[in-house]
């Protein structure tokens, strides 16, 4: 066990773990943040997505003594006009369904229009092929992204 | 076969005795046929799926010792070049060093090599004339490419993969031995 002092959704955090601990168990287990969902433990289906720093991050394959001074943003914690943009969009399309995946989904969403103002069809297949969704929402996901660029002006 | 560490023990005793020639065929015949025969032993590393996996044909990246395309669908991106695409950069899941835990294979730096630098797919005659070609090797002089196979940490992820993932033959010293003396004995490449 070893004291992490993490920086987290604009807070400071301190936990006594061991020091390859996933940190989506530190998220979770620790600090009480269930936003974040386990899916598959390895890297392939992007349900632990979170922000380290401005990389969307999947937090099962990250052990916590790798996060450094890294600045960490969960589900609980995004904000800005990016954020607010998908929000709206997700709640105008509907796109959840049985919603599980959808934190992460909404993280790789919002990475992607920082980095891409007007994203193509094949940008958000690059982009969130790595977030499955068993209830097949693709569509409206595609479909949402797409109205959150046109209100940022993209 | 010759076994690669005592190949590159010879590519040693060998770099002593033979002068640094031009980054160019030898034209000793004798030393053509020993500098493509170094190439060969190296060519065992350089067409290994450890390297392979990460210089592929085309913008899509392979994994594992069968090289099936990687899970989920990355490619090499453009800004910068090798590190994916936006809202799904390698660093999303690999990270500065191999975590059991997930499984996930990690290194310094982990990212594609450039499309110039595709060698999956092609001879090993044609991977060699690539590597020696400044316009293709990342403008690397051959002191340069050396120091790179040699030393660089991402490279010598190769030799310790983690997982059930087959490390590449030999180790990252005995490699940077053989190219030394491929480089040394002509640089000489295999027609095929």
């Given at each position: 066990m070893a004291r992490f002092t993490l920086r987290l959704?604009?807070?400071?955090?301190?936990?006594?773990?061991?020091?390859?601990?996933?940190?989506?168990?530190?998220?979770?287990?620790?600090?009480?943040?269930?936003?974040?969902?386990?899916?598959?433990?390895?890297?392939?289906?992007?349900?632990?997505?979170?922000?380290?720093?401005?990389?969307?991050?999947?937090?099962?394959?990250?052990?916590?003594?790798?996060?450094?001074?890294?600045?960490?943003?969960?589900?609980?914690?995004?904000?800005?006009?990016?954020?607010?943009?998908?929000?709206?969009?997700?709640?105008?399309?509907?796109?959840?369904?049985?919603?599980?995946?959808?934190?992460?989904?909404?993280?790789?969403?919002?990475?992607?229009?920082?980095?891409?103002?007007?994203?193509?069809?094949?940008?958000?297949?690059?982009?969130?092929?790595?977030?499955?969704?068993?209830?097949?929402?693709?569509?409206?996901?595609?479909?949402?992204?797409?109205?959150?660029?046109?209100?940022?002006?993209? | 076969m010759m076994p690669i560490r005592r190949m590159a023990l010879l590519a040693l005793s060998a770099s002593v005795m033979v002068a640094a020639g031009a980054f160019g065929q030898s034209g000793d015949p004798q030393q053509a046929a020993r500098s493509i025969a170094l190439f060969r032993e190296a060519g065992k590393v350089l067409q290994h799926p450890r390297c392979l996996n990460c210089h592929p044909a085309g913008d899509r990246t392979t994994q594992t010792d069968r090289m099936t395309p990687h899970r989920p669908m990355v490619i090499r991106g453009a800004k910068p070049e090798g590190f994916g695409a936006p809202g799904l950069p390698c660093g999303a899941c690999h990270h500065a060093a191999n975590y059991d835990e997930s499984g996930v294979p990690g290194g310094p730096r982990w990212h594609l090599a450039p499309a110039s630098m595709a060698w999956a797919g092609r001879s090993l005659g044609e991977i060699c004339r690539q590597i020696k070609d400044p316009a293709r090797n990342g403008g690397l002089n051959m002191a340069d490419l050396l120091k790179h196979v040699s030393e660089n940490e991402l490279v010598g992820w190769a030799w310790a993969p983690g997982g059930k993932r087959t490390p590449a033959p030999g180790t990252q010293a005995e490699f940077g031995a053989l190219m030394r003396a491929w480089f040394e004995s002509g640089a000489a490449c295999p027609a095929e």
């Open positions: 959704n604009a807070t400071t955090r301190s936990v006594d773990v061991d020091g390859d601990t996933p940190l989506l168990w530190v998220l979770r287990d620790d600090l009480g943040l269930t936003g974040t969902k386990f899916g598959c433990g390895a890297a392939l289906c992007g349900a632990c997505t979170v922000f380290l720093g401005d990389v969307p991050t999947r937090s099962c394959s990250l052990p916590v003594a790798a996060v450094g001074s890294g600045e960490i943003t969960t589900i609980e914690g995004v904000s800005g006009p990016v954020a607010a943009a998908v929000q709206r969009a997700w709640i105008a399309r509907d796109v959840p369904q049985c919603g599980y995946c959808q934190s992460g989904q909404i993280i790789s969403a919002i990475a992607l229009l920082k980095a891409i103002r007007k994203p193509s069809d094949r940008d958000i297949d690059l982009a969130m092929n790595g977030n499955l969704c068993r209830c097949a929402t693709y569509v409206r996901i595609r479909a949402a992204i797409h109205d959150a660029a046109r209100e940022l002006g993209g | -």
